[in-house]
C-alpha cells in the first residue's frame, strides 16, 4: 500500500534533533530518506547518553528512524561530488549548518538549484539568516531568551520544559513548510526554498501568551500550574495526590461543586463565572481543596469524569503509554528486532496509512549502496 510521500528523496544533511527529527516524519510518510553524517563520528547525538541502545543513543534513535546512513566527508573532493550528486537528484533537502558553511563546499541553496531548479530546500536555524545568523541556536538558549522559561515554572524558578520543546515544534514547522513547499511545485515545477529558525517557532508556538502580550503591551509572568484566563484549570491536591482539573465554563465548574458536595458555590458571586474565578482564584483553590483531600485522586477521577468534568492523575510517563494503550492509540511501534520500540507517529491516515517502521541506521550502514548509487547512475 502507497504512502503520501512514497517516491520523494530527501537528502537530510542535518544534524542534532529538529532537522532529524522533520527527516524522521517524512521517512515515516514514505519519503526516502538518506542521512549525510560525518566519518568516524556521525550526528551528534550519536554520543548524547545514556540511555544507550545497542545501535547508538536512545536520543538519536528518536529521531533517525526509517533512515539511510551514508558517510561523507564533505571537505573531500570525491565525496563532495558525491553530496553535490545526492542534493541534484533530491527533492527536499534539509540542513541546519552555520551560515557560509554549505556555500563553501558547494551546497548552499543557490549552488544547489543551479542544477535542480525543482529542489525544496529546507534550511534551520537558531535565529533566521539576517542579524542573528552567527548566533548558535541551542534549545535551552532560545526557550530562554525566547520567553518561555519566563512563564514556565512558579513565580521564584523560571524553568526550561521537561522536553526540546523548541526543537520538536521547529521540526513540526519545518515538515509542514517541506508539504507546502511540494504542493506548490507540483503546480509549478519549481522549488523553493523553505526558511524555519527555532526562535520564531517558538513564539509562534506561544499562543494565547503572546497574543496577550501584543493586546496589553505587559508580558505575561510565571504561575506554575495555573492558567491566566482560565480557573479552576490547575493541579489540584487531592488525599493521596495531585489532580489536574480543567473547568472551561461555567456549567463544568457547577458540576465539579456539585460532585464535591459544595454545589453553592456555583452561585457565589465570587465564583459564579469565569473572570470572577480569575480574580478570586486562590480563595477558590484553598475552598476545592478542602474538599479534594478528603478522598483519592482515582475517586475524584471517576467521579468527575461520571458528570462531565475533565480531570485526571499527574501521571509519569510510563503512565501515559499505558494510558494510550487503554484507550487503543497504539502509542508504539516495532522498528527492528534489535531495537526498543518507539513512538507511533501521530498522524493516522485512512488510505495511505503508515506501515512499516526501519530501525534508525547504524552510523555508515548504508555507504556501499548509496555510493554505489549515486556512483553508477551517475556515470551512465
Known sequence: MSRPLDGVLVADFSRVLAGPLAGATLADLGATVIKVERPGAGDDTRHWGPPWTQN??????????????????????????????????????????????????GLSYEQVVAV???????????????????????????????????????????????????DVLT????????????RARDATRVGQRVEVNLLSSLLGSLANQASAYLATGTSPGRMGNRHPS??????????????????????????????????????????????????????LVTVLEEHLTLDTVDAWIERLTAVGVPAGAVGSIADAFDLAQRLGLEPTVEVGPDAPRQVRNPITFSATPITTYAAPPRLGEHNDNVRRWLTEENHA
Not at 134 to 157: C, K, R, S, W
Not at 171 to 182: E, I, P, R
Request: glycine share 10%; charged share 25%.
Open 56 to 105: 547508538s543513543s536512545s536520543y538519536f534513535e528518536c529521531a533517525n528512524r526509517s533512515k539511510q546512513s551514508v558517510e561523507l566527508d564533505l571537505a573531500d573532493e570525491d565525496d563532495r561530488g558525491l553530496a553535490l550528486e545526492l542534493a541534484r537528484r533530491a527533492d527536499v533537502i534539509m540542513e541546519n549548518f552555520k551560515d557560509g558553511a554549505l556555500a563553501r563546499r
Open 116 to 166: 535542480n531548479p525543482g529542489v525544496v530546500y529546507a534550511s534551520i536555524t537558531g535565529f533566521g539568516s539576517r542579524e542573528g545568523r552567527d548566533l548558535p541556536g541551542y534549545d535551552f538558549l532560545v526557550q530562554a531568551v525566547g520567553g518561555l522559561m519566563n512563564i514556565t515554572g512558579d513565580p521564584e524558578h523560571p524553568m526550561k520544559a521537561g522536553v526540546a520543546l523548541v
Open 171 to 182: 521540526a513540526k514547522d519545518t515538515v509542514v513548510g517541506v508539504l507546502a513547499a511540494l
Open 230 to 283: 482560565i480557573a479552576p484549570y490547575e493541579a489540584l491536591a487531592a488525599k493521596d495526590g495531585h489532580l489536574a482539573v480543567c473547568c472551561g465554563n461555567d456549567g463544568q465548574f457547577r458540576r465539579l461543586v456539585t460532585a464535591l458536595g459544595a454545589a453553592t458555590l456555583a452561585d457565589d458571586l465570587r465564583y459564579a463565572t469565569n473572570a470572577s474565578r480569575v480574580a478570586n482564584r486562590d480563595s
